[in-house]
């Protein structure tokens, strides 16, 4: 029986379990970008109803669809199939080119009683290639869903400084972000300039009034040479102590705040018996929770270098606060490996009682592999033993 180290934090225990959504295989797509939030309330018996917004990854790499979005109001028992939005469809723009938004997490706005859907305006070439040549060639684009209508909107544009410069490429991919007390809202967002390959990580400070997100400020500028530099940031708030998580090409990063935009140095994530956590060029995110803070990844070392960049199953384990560690006794594998990549995944709160991790399975042969894939998109359950005061 292990025990506790000195000053370990008490350990919440939880427990997992992986379900199907739905499942798809075709190689003409494959499902993409899964992520769930909850509408407080508008479910059956006065719960939540749960929102999963996704998209199709079509044949070239970083080709995708305009937003879908699925919908349970018996938190998760059943779902409606993906239904495709048409105001957030593809949009023409230029000289033949095509107007899409990616790597979409959507999120309560409980101020304003709206869904707010947040993520990266892109440009594609005829043939489905990333064009990056133009200032505000990635933007923060943003749309709400009223569960009142059940309408959405189109998407909008934040305006930003400096967009012939520093903030020329604007990336709010594939990041948690929070809603303040007021209101307000930390966007974490990774960016560059005109010319370079690495990307800084900023935390945006935004109003939001139901209809218009508006700049106010950002953070510290977080920055690391090579690797593409810090991209993919998640923020978490844990009993007044935010947290930073950052990707990079060859390790993943943690850093603290007292206020969300001024941060720490940072460090490399790493188990608490001082091993690397071996999680690289794949986002991570929280699973925040009143009693203890949580993290859910990818790693090295599980059996899974037939994956590439290492990248299934999800695991999920509680962290060590302090010593900004993974306690690796509590690390438990949550979405299976099948032979196939995971990685672009979200994480929230659902319940006080539980909070789910979704992602899907990258696969484009149009048949199952051997392993078991079969284009299923994945939600994992994480169960607490102490109701999560975090979640409404």
Known sequence: MSTARANEPALLHYQVNAEPVFKELTPAFCWFHPRVAPLPGYGKDGRPAVVMTIQKHLAASDHYSGLYFLRTDDLGKTWTRPIEIPELA????????????????????????????????????????????????????????????????????????????????????????????????????????????????????????????????????????????????????????YFLTLRNDAAAYITTSSDGLHFQPVKKWTFDDGQELGSYNTQAHWLAHSDGLFLTYTRRGANNDHIARNRAPIFVAQVDPKRLQVIRKTERSLLPERGVMLGNFGATAITPDESWVTDAEYILTGKPHPKGADGTTWLGRVRWSKPNQLAK
């Not at 440009?123 to 489905?128: E, H, M, N």
């Not at 059940?150 to 490429?169: R, S, V």
Request: hydrophobic share 35%; glycine share 10%; net charge negative.
């Open 90 to 241: 593809w949009q023409p723009g230029e000289n033949n080119e095509t107007i899409a938004v990616c790597d979409v997490t959507p999120g309560w706005h409980s101020p304003s009683g709206k869904l707010l859907a947040i993520g990266i305006k892109l440009r594609y070439s005829p043939k489905g290639d990333q064009l990056l040549d133009k200032p505000r060639s990635h933007e923060c684009a943003y749309a709400t869903y009223d569960p009142k209508s059940q309408t959405w909107t189109a998407w909008k544009m934040l305006a930003m400084p400096q967009t012939d410069g520093k903030f020329f490429l604007v990336s709010p991919g594939c990041v948690q972000w929070l809603v303040n007390a007021d209101g307000t809202l930390l966007i974490p967002t990774y960016f560059r300039g005109p010319t370079g390959d690495d990307y800084v990580t900023t935390v945006l400070h935004c109003s939001f009034d139901g209809q218009e997100l508006k700049y106010l400020k950002h953070g510290d500028e977080l920055a690391t040479a090579g690797g593409r530099g810090f991209v993919e940031p998640s923020l978490a708030l844990v009993q007044g102590t």
